[in-house]
Nanobody, 125 residues
Framework: QVQVAESGGGSVQTGGSLRLSCTTS????????MGWFRQAPGKEREFVAH????????FYGPSVKGRFTISADNAANTVYLQMNDLKPEDTAVYYC??????????????????WGQGTQVTVSS
């Protein structure tokens, strides 16, 4: 059974940084496409970042572009989300998602097949 696990969340002050990690297990293949989403209290889940491991293509949501960086360590089967210059509006539960077959809709939740339980990120002013 495929499992997705996030780690690295926590509490920081405005302007601080955090790095989230995401690992997958229970499978024998490498997920080519992975994504990060987030959900703040009372809001819908929002696309944050996407990576295609083989090509290295990355895409970001407009609110995080220039501050967040998604990367992958294929040897470690881990995807990272480096978050810099954090703001209170970045406070949310961050979810990692794995995609079995990329169909082009990297910003949609429906693109992804497996999800983690989420990790809380809290940014205080």
């Amino acid at each position: 059974q495929v499992q997705v696990a996030e780690s690295g969340g926590g509490s920081v002050q405005t302007g601080g940084s955090l790095r989230l990690s995401c690992t997958t297990s229970g499978h024998t293949w490498i997920f080519e496409t992975m994504g990060w989403f987030r959900q703040a209290p009372g809001k819908e889940r929002e696309f944050v970042a996407h990576i295609r491991r083989r090509s290295g293509y990355t895409f970001y949501g407009p609110s995080v572009k220039g501050r967040f960086t998604i990367s992958a360590d294929n040897a470690a089967n881990t995807v990272y989300l480096q978050m810099n210059d954090l703001k209170p509006e970045d406070t949310a539960v961050y979810y990692c998602a794995a995609d079995m077959r990329y169909s082009g809709n990297y910003y949609l939740e429906s693109e992804y097949d497996y999800w983690g339980q989420g990790t809380q990120v809290t940014v205080s002013s």
